[in-house]
């Protein structure tokens, strides 16, 4: 009778420890969405049914994805809206993103159409008008459903455009568009967070090209900025690091602070690491512990309010070309050693506060890491080994899930 009252009091001791435990996880988790921890994805491409894909991100601790309804594909005949079956895994995740998969989603809005752009970029009010009531008619769609909606995708790269020697319209043209299509959004699902620009703030010409959309008041419209701060193609080795990277985009951040007298939020919508061996692509392990730092290093900054690595699976296997390579996956679904150390410190970006006390180009980076009550310290430098920087995260991973 004894044993049975004390090993009870034990067990139950031990139980309150794992509630303690999960409660902790609980309020932790309430804040996981402040900072989104996601991945794009090309679903229409994608063999399997979306679930397939989904429980792949969901698993590896993706909180969020990001993919693409063109307007091209939704309106074939004029005024006449659907979701046709080339894009239907587009449609049905996105339409079932928040109950079925716990997920956010953002949904880019995109591209031409030939009834009326000739596939190529909106350009007179009646194009934009017509931009407009597709993007209503999405966000009506999906009101309450999908959290996140991108205007545009790279206008300035002319990604999308079938002739990219067309000359890009004026950015009064552009300004209008967003203008023009957030306020239909607005009026269709209030809750929706709207963001713009997909450009890329390592390089000199995306940040005046954005800053003077800023000028011109864009941020009246829109609730962030969206970047896609890809560093792979610098010869400077000092913008190629995560750390020289996240201190340009700092740079960035207090250019538009100054504009627009106020914070801006940022999304990085786009930021990868293409893993071909040939023309200028990075060594897998080398892929991998960049991703890590490069999405520490975002968490620490409040202005930056998630990322979104591209993108889940690779899209080919050629050698020759970069764009088939930037997959967390490989082609026949393998973990790269990206998509192996996300999976393995998903819990703890997501559902950890990362302080930065010092960070350096060429010195050294200094992080907190306060995961669920138990703080720890994460530094390194040029002579940091891979391995002593991933032991630093396993002895907080470990010390504060034990």
Not at 9 to 18: E, F, P, Q, T, W
Not at 235 to 247: H, V, W
């Given at each position: ?44 491409s994608y063999h399997k049914n979306s679930s397939f894909y989904m429980d792949i991100a969901k698993g590896m601790g993706f909180t969020s994805i990001r993919d693409e309804i063109p307007w091209q594909l939704v309106e074939v005949r004029p005024n006449i809206y659907s979701i046709p079956d080339i894009i239907n895994k587009n449609g049905d995740v996105f339409g079932n993103i928040q109950q079925k998969y716990g997920m956010s989603g953002i949904l880019i809005l995109d591209y031409g159409n030939r009834l009326y752009t000739q596939g190529n970029y909106p350009s007179t009010d009646a ?276």
């Amino acid at each position: 009778m004894n044993f049975i009252v004390s090993t009870s009091v034990k067990l139950s001791k031990i139980n309150m420890k794992i509630a303690i435990k999960f409660m902790i996880l609980f309020l932790y988790s309430l804040n996981a969405y402040s900072f989104e921890l996601g991945v794009g994805t090309h679903l229409a491409s994608y063999h399997k049914n979306s679930s397939f894909y989904m429980d792949i991100a969901k698993g590896m601790g993706f909180t969020s994805i990001r993919d693409e309804i063109p307007w091209q594909l939704v309106e074939v005949r004029p005024n006449i809206y659907s979701i046709p079956d080339i894009i239907n895994k587009n449609g049905d995740v996105f339409g079932n993103i928040q109950q079925k998969y716990g997920m956010s989603g953002i949904l880019i809005l995109d591209y031409g159409n030939r009834l009326y752009t000739q596939g190529n970029y909106p350009s007179t009010d009646a194009d934009i008008a017509n931009f407009a009531k597709y993007a209503a008619w999405i966000a009506t769609r999906y009101k309450g459903k999908v959290k996140y909606y991108e205007i545009w995708n790279e206008w300035l790269l002319g990604t999308g455009v079938p002739n990219k020697k067309n000359k890009r319209p004026s950015d009064d043209i552009y300004l209008s568009l967003v203008k023009e299509t957030s306020l239909a959004i607005r009026k269709a699902d209030p809750s929706a967070i709207i963001m713009t620009g997909s450009i890329n703030p390592l390089k000199e010409q995306d940040r005046k090209w954005m800053l003077g959309l800023v000028s011109k008041g864009i941020l009246n419209y829109i609730d962030a900025i969206s970047i896609h701060p890809y560093s792979f193609q610098f010869k400077d080795t000092a913008l190629q690091s995560p750390e020289g990277n996240s201190l340009e985009v700092d740079s960035f951040e207090k250019e538009l602070k100054n504009i627009h007298n106020s914070d801006v939020p940022i999304y990085i919508t786009e930021v990868g690491y293409p893993t071909n061996y040939l023309f200028g692509g990075f060594q897998e392990g080398r892929a991998g512990i960049d991703t890590i730092k490069y999405t520490l290093l975002a968490k620490s900054r409040n202005y930056i309010k998630g990322i979104w690595w591209y993108d889940l699976i690779d899209d080919g296997v050629s050698s020759y070309n970069r764009e088939h390579h930037f997959g967390l996956l490989s082609n026949d679904l393998n973990f790269k050693s990206s998509a192996a150390l996300l999976n393995e410190f998903s819990g703890l970006i997501k559902n950890s506060e990362v302080s930065m006390i010092d960070q350096s180009v060429n010195g050294q980076t200094h992080l907190v890491i306060n995961y669920l009550g138990h703080k720890g310290n994460v530094t390194w430098d040029n002579t940091t080994s891979d391995s002593d920087f991933l032991n630093q995260l396993r002895h907080i991973n470990h010390s504060a899930t034990k």
